[in-house]
T-cell receptor, first 115, second 114 residues
């Protein structure tokens, strides 16, 4: 069935560097994907809506210059955390709905640790 | 906007006990409702879902019924096991207003003791 795949699953980076996380829809095309962040022992909070071929829509309080989202194709959205700091350490997860809109698929998630 | 209110945890039960985790929602449209489970150090797994009023979602002994009159989607299991220990999230997605965007409750941590 349809699957959304995220990569990498785990990443450790140094403070001040940038890290890219990929989200791919494997069996369907996704004009819209969503990026969420989950801090330890907290819920998932929507960061932004990724729109294929256009700018992402960011939720209030999310810095668009820090969390760069690119949705260049119908099967790939990327989230780049720029100039990462330890407070950016979190679990990042993407999702996409299939073409019917009835089923939502989540990626496996990416654990980011900034040291 | 849309919101999900979930029963606060943590919840600790003995094996074979009955489980209920309450979930209520607020939505302007006609949402689909979901329960997700997250095991320690892992991502989200869809547990069950219901897409319209009076639908019952079920999986692995868990059940939840979409109650439009009470805007609720309570999760139940008749006999929990130690392996059910995890964090459970109630969520909604309104296909008509924003296809695929999910709103999550705060999560309820369940611990089942042998």
């Amino acid at each position: 069935g349809a699957v959304v795949s995220q990569h990498p699953s785990w990443v450790i980076c140094k403070s001040g560097t940038s890290v890219k996380i990929e989200c791919r829809s494997l069996d369907f095309q996704a004009t819209t994907m969503f990026w969420y962040r989950q801090f330890p022992k907290q819920s998932l909070m929507l960061m932004a809506t990724s729109n294929e071929g256009s700018k992402a829509t960011y939720e209030q309080g999310v810095e668009k210059d820090k969390f760069l989202i690119n949705h260049a194709s119908l099967t790939l959205s990327t989230l780049t955390v720029t100039s990462a700091h330890p407070e950016d350490s979190s679990f990042y997860i993407c999702s996409a709905a299939d073409n019917s809109g009835n089923t939502i698929y989540f990626g496996e998630g990416s654990w980011l640790t900034v040291v | 906007g849309d919101s999900v209110t979930q029963m606060e945890g943590p919840v600790t039960l003995s094996e074979e006990a009955f489980l209920t985790i309450n979930c209520t929602y607020t939505a302007t449209g006609y949402p689909s409702l979901f329960w997700y489970v997250q095991y320690p150090g892992e991502g989200l797994q869809l547990l069950l879902k219901a897409t319209k009023a009076d639908d019952k979602g079920s999986n692995k002994g868990f059940e939840a019924t979409y109650r439009k009159e009470t805007t609720s989607f309570h999760l139940e299991k008749g006999s929990v096991q130690v392996s059910d220990s995890a964090v459970y999230f109630c969520a909604l997605s309104d296909r008509q207003t924003n296809a695929g965007k999910s709103t999550f409750g705060d999560g309820t941590t369940l611990t089942v003791k042998p």
